[in-house]
Protein backbone atom coordinates (compact mmCIF):
# COMPACT_ATOMS: atom_id res chain seq x y z
CA UNK A 1 0.00 0.00 0.00
CA UNK A 2 2.93 2.37 1.03
CA UNK A 3 4.69 2.22 -2.36
CA UNK A 4 1.36 3.89 -4.04
CA UNK A 5 1.58 6.98 -1.72
CA UNK A 6 4.59 8.41 -3.95
CA UNK A 7 2.21 8.45 -7.10
CA UNK A 8 -0.05 10.93 -5.44
CA UNK A 9 2.71 13.38 -4.56
CA UNK A 10 4.45 12.65 -7.86
CA UNK A 11 1.24 13.41 -10.05
CA UNK A 12 0.01 16.08 -7.72
CA UNK A 13 3.30 17.94 -7.90
CA UNK A 14 2.93 17.70 -11.95
CA UNK A 15 -0.17 18.94 -12.23
CA UNK A 16 -0.44 21.23 -10.09
CA UNK A 17 2.95 22.80 -12.03
CA UNK A 18 1.63 22.36 -14.82
CA UNK A 19 -1.81 24.09 -14.48
CA UNK A 20 0.22 26.71 -12.43
CA UNK A 21 3.26 27.69 -15.23
CA UNK A 22 2.54 25.18 -17.79
CA UNK A 23 5.65 22.86 -16.49
CA UNK A 24 6.63 20.06 -18.35
CA UNK A 25 8.31 16.85 -16.99
CA UNK A 26 11.76 16.37 -19.09
CA UNK A 27 14.05 13.10 -17.95
CA UNK A 28 12.15 12.49 -14.87
CA UNK A 29 14.74 10.49 -12.06
CA UNK A 30 13.33 7.40 -10.80
CA UNK A 31 14.85 8.10 -6.61
CA UNK A 32 14.02 5.02 -4.43
CA UNK A 33 16.21 2.30 -2.02
CA UNK A 34 18.92 2.26 -4.62
CA UNK A 35 19.29 5.53 -4.76
CA UNK A 36 19.93 6.31 -1.17
CA UNK A 37 16.85 6.36 0.30
CA UNK A 38 16.32 4.33 3.86
CA UNK A 39 12.83 2.30 2.40
CA UNK A 40 10.95 2.88 -0.83
CA UNK A 41 7.69 3.59 1.53
CA UNK A 42 7.80 7.54 0.37
CA UNK A 43 5.26 9.71 2.06
CA UNK A 44 5.61 13.19 1.98
CA UNK A 45 8.02 15.83 -0.45
CA UNK A 46 8.98 19.08 0.06
CA UNK A 47 11.89 21.51 -1.09
CA UNK A 48 14.00 23.99 0.59
CA UNK A 49 15.17 27.99 -0.70
CA UNK A 50 18.13 26.47 -0.91
CA UNK A 51 16.96 24.07 -3.53
CA UNK A 52 17.20 20.44 -1.53
CA UNK A 53 14.74 18.00 -1.88
CA UNK A 54 13.56 16.47 1.70
CA UNK A 55 11.55 13.47 1.19
CA UNK A 56 9.55 11.95 4.35
CA UNK A 57 9.13 7.84 4.59
CA UNK A 58 8.18 5.08 6.80
CA UNK A 59 11.86 4.89 8.23
CA UNK A 60 13.05 8.66 8.70
CA UNK A 61 13.84 11.49 6.61
CA UNK A 62 16.18 12.30 4.27
CA UNK A 63 17.55 15.09 2.05
CA UNK A 64 18.39 15.06 -2.06
CA UNK A 65 20.70 16.89 -3.28
CA UNK A 66 19.89 15.54 -7.13
CA UNK A 67 22.95 13.55 -6.71
CA UNK A 68 23.26 11.65 -3.42
CA UNK A 69 20.37 10.89 -0.38
CA UNK A 70 21.48 12.02 3.17
CA UNK A 71 19.71 9.68 5.87
CA UNK A 72 18.44 10.54 9.22
CA UNK A 73 16.63 7.66 11.32
CA UNK A 74 15.70 7.71 14.45
CA UNK A 75 18.34 6.31 16.83
CA UNK A 76 16.91 5.46 20.53
CA UNK A 77 20.26 5.86 22.22
CA UNK A 78 20.45 9.18 20.98
CA UNK A 79 18.32 11.98 22.53
CA UNK A 80 19.46 14.36 19.12
CA UNK A 81 18.29 12.47 16.12
CA UNK A 82 14.99 12.35 14.91
CA UNK A 83 12.11 11.45 17.70
CA UNK A 84 10.73 8.79 15.09
CA UNK A 85 10.91 6.96 11.62
CA UNK A 86 7.30 6.75 11.15
CA UNK A 87 6.28 10.63 9.50
CA UNK A 88 2.89 11.06 8.97
CA UNK A 89 1.85 12.25 5.24
CA UNK A 90 0.28 15.13 6.83
CA UNK A 91 3.18 16.15 8.87
CA UNK A 92 5.50 17.28 7.19
CA UNK A 93 6.38 20.88 5.99
CA UNK A 94 8.84 23.64 6.06
CA UNK A 95 8.18 26.56 7.95
CA UNK A 96 7.46 29.68 6.10
CA UNK A 97 9.76 31.91 8.32
CA UNK A 98 12.94 30.02 8.47
CA UNK A 99 14.70 26.93 7.48
CA UNK A 100 13.12 24.81 9.56
CA UNK A 101 11.38 21.45 8.68
CA UNK A 102 8.37 20.59 10.98
CA UNK A 103 8.24 16.67 11.13
CA UNK A 104 5.27 14.72 12.92
CA UNK A 105 6.59 11.21 13.90
CA UNK A 106 4.81 8.32 16.02
CA UNK A 107 6.82 9.54 19.28
CA UNK A 108 6.28 13.56 19.36
CA UNK A 109 7.17 16.36 17.27
CA UNK A 110 10.79 16.95 15.13
CA UNK A 111 11.83 20.76 14.53
CA UNK A 112 14.94 20.06 12.00
CA UNK A 113 17.41 22.83 11.02
CA UNK A 114 17.86 22.43 7.63
CA UNK A 115 21.63 24.26 8.00
CA UNK A 116 22.52 23.08 10.93
CA UNK A 117 21.48 19.35 10.94
CA UNK A 118 20.31 19.54 14.30
CA UNK A 119 16.83 18.38 15.59
CA UNK A 120 15.08 19.66 18.33
CA UNK A 121 12.39 17.44 20.21
CA UNK A 122 9.30 17.57 21.86
CA UNK A 123 8.16 14.06 23.02
CA UNK A 124 5.24 12.55 25.66
CA UNK A 125 7.74 10.52 27.01
CA UNK A 126 9.95 13.94 28.21
CA UNK A 127 7.19 15.33 29.30
CA UNK A 128 3.83 12.65 30.30
CA UNK A 129 1.39 15.76 30.25
CA UNK A 130 1.40 16.19 26.43
CA UNK A 131 0.46 12.49 25.35
CA UNK A 132 -1.12 14.12 22.01
CA UNK A 133 2.56 14.05 20.89
CA UNK A 134 2.30 10.85 20.37
CA UNK A 135 -0.05 10.74 17.81
CA UNK A 136 0.73 14.00 15.77
CA UNK A 137 -1.06 13.57 11.90
CA UNK A 138 -1.35 16.84 10.62
CA UNK A 139 0.65 20.06 10.71
CA UNK A 140 0.58 23.95 9.21
CA UNK A 141 1.99 26.96 9.89
CA UNK A 142 -1.24 29.82 8.91
CA UNK A 143 -0.58 32.90 7.36
CA UNK A 144 -0.02 34.65 10.66
CA UNK A 145 2.52 32.42 11.30
CA UNK A 146 0.92 30.32 14.20
CA UNK A 147 1.90 26.35 14.66
CA UNK A 148 -0.61 23.83 14.64
CA UNK A 149 -1.10 20.30 15.06
CA UNK A 150 -3.52 17.70 13.93
CA UNK A 151 -3.56 14.91 16.90
CA UNK A 152 -5.86 12.54 18.37
CA UNK A 153 -6.86 14.90 21.21
CA UNK A 154 -7.74 17.51 18.93
CA UNK A 155 -5.90 20.45 17.37
CA UNK A 156 -3.26 21.73 19.00
CA UNK A 157 -1.34 25.20 18.87
CA UNK A 158 2.20 25.33 19.82
CA UNK A 159 4.09 28.30 20.91
CA UNK A 160 7.85 28.59 19.37
CA UNK A 161 9.04 31.40 22.27
CA UNK A 162 7.44 29.72 25.14
CA UNK A 163 8.04 26.08 23.43
CA UNK A 164 4.80 25.20 24.70
CA UNK A 165 1.29 23.49 23.43
CA UNK A 166 -2.21 24.76 23.89
CA UNK A 167 -4.85 22.17 23.23
CA UNK A 168 -7.96 22.81 21.35
CA UNK A 169 -10.29 19.75 22.02
CA UNK A 170 -13.87 20.03 20.15
CA UNK A 171 -16.10 22.26 21.99
CA UNK A 172 -19.50 22.02 19.72
CA UNK A 173 -22.89 21.48 18.68
CA UNK A 174 -23.80 17.99 17.13
CA UNK A 175 -26.62 16.90 14.81
CA UNK A 176 -28.98 15.29 16.33
CA UNK A 177 -29.64 11.58 15.12
CA UNK A 178 -26.51 10.52 13.69
CA UNK A 179 -23.69 8.69 15.62
CA UNK A 180 -21.21 10.51 17.19
CA UNK A 181 -17.33 9.44 18.95
CA UNK A 182 -16.15 12.27 20.96
CA UNK A 183 -12.50 10.70 19.97
CA UNK A 184 -13.23 10.44 16.14
CA UNK A 185 -14.17 14.51 15.68
CA UNK A 186 -11.19 14.91 17.99
CA UNK A 187 -8.68 13.14 15.73
CA UNK A 188 -7.64 15.53 12.98
CA UNK A 189 -5.89 14.50 9.97
CA UNK A 190 -5.81 17.87 8.09
CA UNK A 191 -5.77 21.80 8.43
CA UNK A 192 -6.03 24.51 5.85
CA UNK A 193 -7.16 28.27 6.62
CA UNK A 194 -9.88 29.98 5.19
CA UNK A 195 -8.64 31.79 1.73
CA UNK A 196 -10.65 34.78 2.99
CA UNK A 197 -10.78 34.61 6.87
CA UNK A 198 -8.15 34.46 8.56
CA UNK A 199 -9.71 33.53 11.71
CA UNK A 200 -10.76 30.22 10.07
CA UNK A 201 -8.85 27.30 10.62
CA UNK A 202 -11.32 23.94 8.48
CA UNK A 203 -10.44 20.36 10.11
CA UNK A 204 -10.61 17.53 8.16
CA UNK A 205 -11.34 14.76 11.16
CA UNK A 206 -12.61 11.38 11.00
CA UNK A 207 -16.26 12.25 12.09
CA UNK A 208 -16.77 15.25 9.71
CA UNK A 209 -15.22 18.53 9.12
CA UNK A 210 -15.21 20.97 11.51
CA UNK A 211 -15.10 24.48 11.43
CA UNK A 212 -12.20 26.28 13.84
CA UNK A 213 -12.55 30.15 14.91
CA UNK A 214 -9.31 30.54 16.10
CA UNK A 215 -9.66 33.94 17.51
CA UNK A 216 -13.01 33.15 19.03
CA UNK A 217 -12.16 29.17 20.42
CA UNK A 218 -15.70 28.53 18.51
CA UNK A 219 -16.24 24.93 16.62
CA UNK A 220 -18.43 24.01 14.17
CA UNK A 221 -19.24 20.55 12.24
CA UNK A 222 -20.56 19.64 8.89
CA UNK A 223 -21.27 15.89 8.08
CA UNK A 224 -21.61 15.19 4.13
CA UNK A 225 -25.37 14.19 3.68
CA UNK A 226 -26.37 14.10 6.63
CA UNK A 227 -30.01 12.94 5.68
CA UNK A 228 -28.33 9.71 4.05
CA UNK A 229 -25.83 9.23 6.52
CA UNK A 230 -22.45 6.92 5.51
CA UNK A 231 -19.74 7.20 7.84
CA UNK A 232 -17.47 6.67 5.08
CA UNK A 233 -17.86 9.41 3.26
CA UNK A 234 -17.21 11.24 6.67
CA UNK A 235 -14.20 10.34 7.41
CA UNK A 236 -11.56 12.89 6.33
CA UNK A 237 -7.90 12.66 5.97
CA UNK A 238 -6.59 15.33 3.49
CA UNK A 239 -7.77 19.33 2.57
CA UNK A 240 -7.20 21.35 -0.49
CA UNK A 241 -8.53 25.05 -0.25
CA UNK A 242 -8.91 26.34 -3.53
CA UNK A 243 -9.66 29.88 -4.31
CA UNK A 244 -12.79 29.32 -5.42
CA UNK A 245 -14.07 29.40 -2.15
CA UNK A 246 -14.28 25.39 -1.93
CA UNK A 247 -12.66 22.62 0.11
CA UNK A 248 -11.77 19.40 -2.05
CA UNK A 249 -11.45 16.52 1.00
CA UNK A 250 -10.29 12.66 0.50
CA UNK A 251 -11.74 10.59 2.22
CA UNK A 252 -10.47 7.21 3.50
CA UNK A 253 -11.77 5.12 1.30
CA UNK A 254 -10.64 7.17 -1.80
CA UNK A 255 -13.66 9.09 -2.39
CA UNK A 256 -13.19 12.90 -2.55
CA UNK A 257 -16.37 15.62 -1.08
CA UNK A 258 -16.67 18.69 -2.12
CA UNK A 259 -17.68 21.69 0.48
CA UNK A 260 -18.66 25.27 -0.69
CA UNK A 261 -17.62 27.36 2.00
CA UNK A 262 -19.19 30.55 1.03
CA UNK A 263 -23.17 28.70 1.90
CA UNK A 264 -21.25 26.11 4.56
CA UNK A 265 -22.78 23.12 2.37
CA UNK A 266 -21.29 20.07 0.64
CA UNK A 267 -22.32 20.04 -3.24
CA UNK A 268 -21.00 16.61 -4.15
CA UNK A 269 -18.48 13.77 -4.00
CA UNK A 270 -16.80 11.38 -6.61
CA UNK A 271 -15.37 8.15 -6.26
CA UNK A 272 -16.31 4.45 -5.75
CA UNK A 273 -18.83 4.81 -3.12
CA UNK A 274 -20.78 7.52 -5.40
CA UNK A 275 -19.28 6.30 -8.63
CA UNK A 276 -19.11 9.59 -10.33
CA UNK A 277 -16.64 9.01 -13.05
CA UNK A 278 -17.34 12.35 -14.74
CA UNK A 279 -14.99 14.55 -12.87
CA UNK A 280 -13.03 12.51 -10.45
CA UNK A 281 -9.56 12.16 -11.13
CA UNK A 282 -9.13 8.05 -10.27
CA UNK A 283 -6.22 8.34 -7.79
CA UNK A 284 -5.94 7.64 -3.85
CA UNK A 285 -6.77 10.73 -1.38
CA UNK A 286 -3.99 10.81 -0.36
CA UNK A 287 -3.44 14.15 -2.38
CA UNK A 288 -5.36 16.26 -3.99
CA UNK A 289 -5.55 18.14 -6.79
CA UNK A 290 -8.78 19.63 -8.56
CA UNK A 291 -9.77 19.03 -12.19
CA UNK A 292 -9.80 22.53 -13.62
CA UNK A 293 -12.87 23.08 -16.26
CA UNK A 294 -11.74 25.73 -19.14
Not at 27 to 35: E, T
Not at 36 to 54: M, R
Not at 201 to 219: H, I, P
Amino acid sequence: MFRTLLWPIILCFVFSQSLQAQATLNNPQHINSKSGLPTDNVVSVVKDNLGFIWIATTKGICRWDGIAAKVFEHNPSDSASISGNFISRNAFCMSPSSNNLLIGTENGLSIFDTQLLTFTNFTSKSDTSNIFLSSIHALYVDRQGLFWMGTDQGIVKFDYLENSFHVFPFKGNILEGFPFEAKKINQVFDIRQDVENDSVLWLATLSGLVKFNKDMNVFTSFLYNPKVYQKVLNTFNKLTAHNNRKLYIGTWNADMVIFNTLNETFEHSFGPITNDKKYFFPLSSYSICPKVHK
